[in-house]
């Protein structure tokens, strides 16, 4: 059964290891992201590392702005290169997200957020989570929290 945007921008958003991960999901979130057909969807963690290894280069060399990939790098070295992974593409016009996971959907071993040359990142976008606090409610929370500095002070 295919992963839902949903069921990915959860498991993104647990994923504390990536830094970007709240650019990820805003990006994922936005109406206009799609799925793609990733070509080698089911493939090993042996081939991300070298894949991806190689189009760090590239974006370096093309000034091509990328986010996750040092992350991905990283938890690619502690990962068996045999291991199976799973690859979901998906794109909203010029930027492209990659995620890969173990094939539940729910454990990501990373994810990279690609542009094009020249052409910056999409502005990190908050989430959607859960309900807002009211302004009601962070006011008193930070008058709080003034009144018991004040009084260890």
Known sequence: MPISKRQLAASLLST????????????????????????????????????WGTRGMEFRALDIEVAGLCELLHTLQGIPSE?????????????????????????????VLHGKANIPLPVPIAPKRGRKRSRIHSAIASSQLDLFAAVSA
Not at 21 to 43: C, H, I, K, S, Y
Not at 84 to 107: A, K, M
């Open 16 to 51: 504390l290891h990536i830094e970007a991960r709240d650019m990820m999901v805003g990006f994922l979130q936005q109406e206009a992201t799609r799925f793609l057909d990733a070509p080698f969807a089911n493939t090993k963690a042996a081939v991300v590392r070298q894949v």
């Open 83 to 111: 291991t199976p992974l799973v690859q979901e593409i998906l794109r909203s016009g010029p930027h492209t997200l990659y995620v890969f996971h173990y094939g539940d959907g729910c454990q990501i071993v990373g994810a």
